[in-house]
Structures are given as structure tokens and as C-alpha cells.
């Protein structure tokens, strides 16, 4: 009888072990479901309190441009009319501070138009599909060898190369790389760019690359920030606009963009994209 009750008790207490393991388990899950709960709350809550700052500092870019266009309109017209009026009553030296102020209200006038195009890069509706990046490039060097016919440049690409991605901002970045590399290969005869990529980890690498002048690869994340430049305008000219829009276009589709250069031996610059889709192939 003691028998039967004892391994009663043992079954009892093997059961009840079980059930208190598995009741403990279930607890666990119920924590951590809850936590992770949390998490994406708190998660959701930052996304959508980003995106609401990063809305607002949009809009605040955008207005700030168009608003100091008034004042810097009255600034030119007003110093042609003095200088028209009043031109030959000022003097030589006169006349030529008018001037500089004409020429300091018209670079202005091209800061707020980039600073204009940068912002809105951010704001326009993205049109993602299947793009041909090699025929874009193709078509960005026709363009400025039009425009500089007598320049000597060996263009270079590999296949038909495509991303997922809006043609219309890719077309800028491309356009944007392909003049840096144009520009800064001023030097050289006959100058060298290339355009290729692969897809690696799911992922589309491109890359424009050159032999042009380079730069110190120490400030090569710094130039990605608007209005930085390494080249000074009396040499090269230009904003500085360039590479912080490409970095904009990038990043809007999810991408990275970097770039490797060695001075007076030229610079490439990387970016990745989703990659095409396959039911879309071919477009
Ligand atoms: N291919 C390149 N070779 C050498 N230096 C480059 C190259 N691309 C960019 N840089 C350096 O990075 C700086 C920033 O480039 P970015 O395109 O932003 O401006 P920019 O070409 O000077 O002016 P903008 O593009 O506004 O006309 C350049 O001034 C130059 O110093
Ligand atoms: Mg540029």
C-alpha cells in the first residue's frame, strides 16, 4: 500500500514539475513578448516623431530659401539702379564695390537655388522601378561631352547595370559624380572615367571612378556635407553642393555611398542600391 502511494506522489510531483516548467516558460515568453512590445512601441513612437522633425526642417529649409530671395532681390536691383543712376558720380572705386556687391547677391542667389534643390530631393515623391544605371551614365558623359567637345575622355562601363530606384534622382546623382569626375580630370590628356558595379549580398554596388587630381582621403566623409569643398575656385569651381545631394539621393533609396582616392593619382566613389527586381527585368 505505501508501495502505490509513494510512486502515486512521484508521478504527482513529475507532473507538477512539468507543469510548473512549462507554466514558467510561458511566463518567460509573456515577459519577453511584452518587452519586445514595448520596444516597438517606443520604436514606432521615434520613427514617427523623426519623421515629423525631419518634415518640419524640411519645410523650414524651403522657406528660409524663398524668403531671403525678396531682400536679395532688392540688394541687385537696387545696386544696378544706383549703379546706372548714379555711376558716373561715384567713381571708379565706387563702381566697382557695386559690383562686388552685384557678384555677392548673384552667388548668394545660386547658395539658396542649392540649397533650394537639396531640400527638395528630400520632399518630391520617389518613383522606384527598374533602371538601366549604365545606359543613365552613357547618357550623363554624351551630355558633357557636348558640352566640352574638346576635351579628351576615355568613358568606359561594364554591361547593362540596373537598380531598383527613382531614374529621375539617379539621373542627378549620376550627373553630379560624372562632372566631379570630368572636372577634377581637367588635367589630363586623354582622361580616364569608368562606371561599373555588381551585385553583392543582395545588394547593387556601383562605382565612377577616375584619374584625376584626388584628395587627401582623411576628409573624405567631410565632403559629403554641403558647401564643402577641397579644391578652391580659382582652381576648380564650384559650391560644394555636388556630393551632399548624391549622398541625399542615396540615402532616400536605403543606400551607402563612400568614396577612395589617392592625391594626383584620381578618386572613386561607391554607392549601393536595392537591387532590380527580377519580374521586372528588363525594363
Ligand atoms: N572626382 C573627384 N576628384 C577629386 N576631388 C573630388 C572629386 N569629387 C569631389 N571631389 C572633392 O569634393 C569636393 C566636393 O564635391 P562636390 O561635388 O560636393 O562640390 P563641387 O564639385 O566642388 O561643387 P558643385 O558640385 O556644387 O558644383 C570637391 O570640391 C572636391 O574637392
Ligand atoms: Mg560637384
Redesign the pocket.
Known amino acids: 500500500m505505501a508501495q502505490t502511494r509513494s510512486s502515486f506522489f512521484d508521478d504527482d510531483l513529475a507532473l507538477l514539475s512539468l507543469l510548473a516548467n512549462q507554466t514558467a516558460v510561458v511566463l518567460e515568453n509573456r515577459r519577453l513578448f511584452e518587452e519586445v512590445h514595448g520596444l516597438n512601441r517606443t520604436l514606432e513612437r521615434n520613427v514617427s516623431e523623426l519623421r515629423a522633425l525631419n518634415d518640419e526642417l524640411g519645410a523650414f529649409a524651403y522657406s528660409v530659401s524663398h524668403d531671403l530671395r525678396a531682400p536679395l532681390r532688392s540688394i541687385d536691383g537696387f545696386s544696378q539702379i544706383l549703379l546706372e543712376d548714379k555711376g558716373a558720380v561715384l567713381g571708379d572705386d565706387g563702381r566697382n564695390h557695386l559690383d562686388r556687391v552685384r557678384a555677392a547677391a548673384g552667388r548668394m542667389g545660386s547658395l539658396i537655388d ?1 540649397m533650394l534643390l537639396l531640400s527638395r530631393l528630400t520632399r518630391d515623391e520617389m518613383t522606384p522601378r527598374n533602371v538601366d544605371l549604365t545606359g543613365l551614365a552613357r547618357s550623363v558623359v554624351d551630355d558633357l561631352r557636348a558640352r566640352e567637345p574638346r576635351r579628351q575622355v576615355e568613358f568606359k562601363s561594364n554591361g547593362a547595370l540596373a537598380a531598383r530606384c527613382d531614374e529621375r534622382l539617379l539621373r542627378i546623382a549620376l550627373t ?1 559624380l560624372l ?3 570630368w ?2 580630370t581637367r588635367q589630363r590628356e586623354p582622361a580616364h572615367i569608368s562606371f561599373g558595379g555588381d551585385t553583392r549580398d543582395g545588394e547593387a554596388v556601383f562605382f565612377v571612378k ?1 584619374d ?4 587627401d582621403i582623411r576628409y573624405a566623409d567631410k ?1 559629403f556635407g554641403a558647401f ?4 578652391n575656385d580659382s582652381e ?1 569651381e ?7 545631394t548624391v549622398q541625399r539621393i542615396v540615402h532616400r533609396h536605403g543606400g551607402r555611398v563612400w568614396a577612395e ?1 589617392e592625391v594626383g593619382k584620381g ?1 572613386t ?1 561607391y554607392f549601393t542600391l536595392p537591387p532590380a527586381e527580377a519580374s521586372e527585368a528588363g525594363t
Open positions: 542649392d553630379n562632372a566631379n569626375s572636372k577634377f577616375d584625376g587630381v584626388g584628395f565632403l564643402q569643398r577641397l579644391h576648380f564650384g559650391t560644394g553642393i555636388g556630393l551632399a582616392s578618386s566613389f
